[in-house]
């Protein structure tokens, strides 16, 4: 039998060009190679052409039956866009077949033609007819016709209904978010004696795990398995194990998954995903390699769930076997490896994915979401100018890209060039957001310019319609904080319209380092004891605050809470990329490194040579009540400082010098740096966990404002 939704792309365009005979010529004419399988068009063109009802068409290969000369009388066209349906006059001496209404009713775009089907249900007596109705009541709620009234009452005029019927409604319930009654629906159900079918679960395990109702998504499996629905239905244990994982329950979700009997890709890839983002990659990559059918989407979950739980090296090492199984990546794969190799900042590494994105036809040129990320990558490489390169290769730009790069300038202490740009994208009508207006709020931070810094603030809300949010507050309260302007920040948090975060008061606590504000210090960290009572980063400044005023009682006072929270300060780690493009690690005071005396020599030698240009250990930066000759040794093993004994031994003399760090650099390492860079004429690039210092001649990108 032939459906009426075969007819729609092309009988339409042929009926509509045999309104006359010289029309239906033209028409026939654009189909005068062997038919492939749509007899209703042939027959439509053919009709018009000889001008009779039913007319055979042997020349095309087509044979006369009942259905297509019924089928003639009985389709009618449907035009495009929200048009109603052409009259149904024509078809009132013949009676639809139920699959012709179906048909129909898949083929709606607006409530007026589903109610002109539905008219034509009533009138030609097939109300009552369940597998009309279902559709009829999905097809409503598919376009958020609220289930009550017009969906219920059709339903409550059926007197014979089948499971179908009643999950079709429990279904509508569960999509406009009302469980109850879809809970209470099913109730009814079931005290009509009714089985339910495997949809009806789903349809319920969907909507307790839209809303994390963990309670009712436990009875729903207790349903499942009283009337045997669960252990033969794939679709509903999938469901099954995404309710349990979405509420946090990822033991009872893995229990589902080890019953499971047969286990398709959605089965693995879910729970995969679930791992990754719960941060047990240890269960992921187990599940992962267990997988026997790897498909594009398991590999990019394995990628990303690396990437994004902080071991890049082993998102790389996923993405190369990936690469090497011969499976297909797409933007998604690729940005989330492209973030990994942001993470370690290798430029080589950074290259390296560019040239395997633009052979995989995701190049910037072609792929806004991955020039974007190449965009982000490039710029906590070290590499701004790659980063611009790459932005002024993209054909197309967005806010994405736009916001991505104005944050490269900022991170790189090239504020004017950030807010250069930033007026260049309102020229081209690109319209700023949020991230947006964070980049050029950094980069006025890190670059010292108060007064630029509150004109954008104000212009968010009052020229763009864009409410600051948390981090917004926090960038205004690092830009007072760092130009000494600690009362007007603490007002500025006072009269927050939202509830400041730790980021906020983060932000204040680091201003009064910066500006020995132990005063000030001591409200920022009262509130951030509250707000993170674990926060480490938080104490250790608190400390160091202390310890540059010369409070060490004080500092033991903050020494002593850290060690009846169990809290240990995260360990100093540097990095740096060796010539084969292997990363090499430094912790501070960490003397295992088969070069530590050779790094040491050197590191010593420096000290002495900058010495007779001034430069003295800034011993404050060590906040320990110490002799004077630990605290320097101490200031010596400083995980930067190792990582550039390193680089100096190994690297070119007129190579650039790139070290990581996952900690902010001190004074006295910033001041280490910048004589360095001036006696051996080497450009030190250091990127810690705020910005990027370019150390140059003698002096710093930063300006010594950090």
């Not at 039998?1 to 060009?17: D, E, F, N, P, Y």
């Not at 097939?126 to 016709?145: A, E, G, M, S």
Request: hydrophobic content about 40%.
């Amino acid at each position: 039998m032939i459906i009426i939704s075969s007819l729609i792309v092309k009988s339409t365009r042929a009926k509509l060009l045999a309104k006359d005979k010289k029309a239906a010529r033209e028409a026939f004419g654009a189909y005068n190679e062997p038919p492939t399988g749509d007899a209703k068009s042939w027959l439509c063109l053919k009709t018009a052409l000889n001008g009779v009802r039913a007319l055979v068409c042997p020349s095309e290969g087509f044979a006369p039956n009942a259905q297509s000369t019924n089928d003639l009388q009985h389709v009618t066209i449907l035009s495009k866009g929200s048009q109603p349906f052409t009259p149904f006059s024509q078809l009132h001496e013949q009676k639809l077949l139920e699959s012709h209404l179906v048909s129909l009713l898949d083929v709606c775009n607006g409530l007026l033609q589903i109610r002109q089907v539905h008219a034509h249900v009533i009138r030609r007596g097939v109300d009552q007819c369940c597998y009309v109705l279902t559709k009829l009541i999905r097809t409503l709620t598919k376009i958020n016709v609220p289930v009550d009234p017009y969906p219920r009452l059709v339903f409550e005029r059926v007197k014979d209904r089948n499971p179908f019927l009643w999950t079709a409604m429990i279904r509508g319930y569960c999509m406009e978010g009302s469980l109850e009654e879809a809970f209470w629906m099913y109730g009814l159900m079931r005290r009509e004696g009714l089985s339910p079918v495997s949809f009806t679960f789903t349809a319920l395990l969907k909507a307790c795990s839209d809303v994390l109702e963990l309670q009712l998504g436990c009875q729903i499996h207790c349903q499942c398995v009283k009337v045997g629905r669960l252990s033969s239905d794939l679709y509903t244990m999938n469901t099954l194990i995404d309710m349990y994982v979405k509420c946090g329950l990822l033991d009872c979700g893995r229990k589902v998954f080890d019953e499971m009997p047969v286990r398709d890709a959605i089965s693995w890839t879910s729970l995969i995903f679930a791992y990754a983002k719960s941060g047990d990659m240890g269960s992921a990559m187990e599940l992962f390699d267990g997988l026997p059918f790897k498909d594009m989407v398991a590999w990019t979950t394995m990628v990303t769930g690396l990437a994004q739980n902080g071991k890049p090296n082993e998102s790389i090492e996923i993405f190369c076997r990936m690469q090497n199984a011969g499976v297909e990546t797409d933007d998604v794969t690729l940005s989330g490896v492209i973030s990994a190799c942001a993470q370690l900042g290798s430029t080589k590494h950074a290259d390296w994915i560019r040239s395997v994105a633009e052979r995989s036809g995701y190049g910037p040129a072609n792929n806004v979401v991955v020039g974007s990320a190449l965009i982000d990558m490039y710029s906590k490489c070290g590499s701004v100018e790659n980063a611009h390169d790459v932005f002024e290769k993209m054909k197309m730009k967005n806010v994405f890209s736009y916001s991505s790069m104005i944050l490269g300038f900022a991170m790189h202490g090239h504020a004017s060039r950030a807010l250069d740009l930033f007026e260049s994208m309102l020229r081209t009508n690109s319209r700023p957001n949020d991230v947006t207006f964070l980049g050029v709020l950094l980069a006025c931070s890190y670059s010292g310019l108060v007064e630029q810094a509150k004109h954008f603030f104000h212009a968010m809300e009052n020229k763009f319609g864009i409410n600051p949010a948390v981090n917004h507050y926090a960038c205004m309260v690092d830009v007072l904080g760092r130009a000494g302007k600690l009362e007007e920040a603490l007002d500025l948090i006072r009269n927050m319209p939202i509830k400041p975060n730790g980021g906020v008061w983060g932000a204040l606590l680091g201003g009064c380092r910066i500006h020995s504000n132990p005063e000030v210090a001591e409200i920022a960290a009262n509130h951030l004891l509250e707000l993170e009572p674990d926060g480490i980063g938080n104490f250790v400044l608190l400390a160091n605050i202390y310890a540059s005023a010369g409070r060490w009682e004080d500092v033991l006072k903050v020494r002593k809470m850290m060690k009846s929270r169990l809290l240990r300060k995260s360990p100093s780690r540097s990095w740096v990329e060796g010539k084969d493009g292997e990363i090499r690690e430094f912790y501070a005071g960490d003397s295992t490194d088969p070069m530590s005396c050779e790094i040491m020599r050197v590191l010593e030698d420096l000290v002495v040579q900058l010495g007779f240009g001034g430069y003295e250990p800034n011993l404050s930066c060590v906040p320990y009540d110490l002799g004077d000759k630990e605290k320097k040794r101490i200031l010596m093993s400083h995980s930067e400082k190792l990582a550039l004994g390193y680089s100096l031994l190994t690297s070119s003399s007129v190579s650039d010098i790139k070290i990581m760090k996952n900690l902010r650099i001190c004074e006295d390492c910033h001041s280490f740096m910048s004589g360095v860079s001036g006696l051996s004429g080497r450009v030190i690039i250091i990127r810690d966990n705020k910005r990027f210092h370019h150390f140059r001649n003698g002096f710093c990108s930063c300006g010594n404002f950090w």
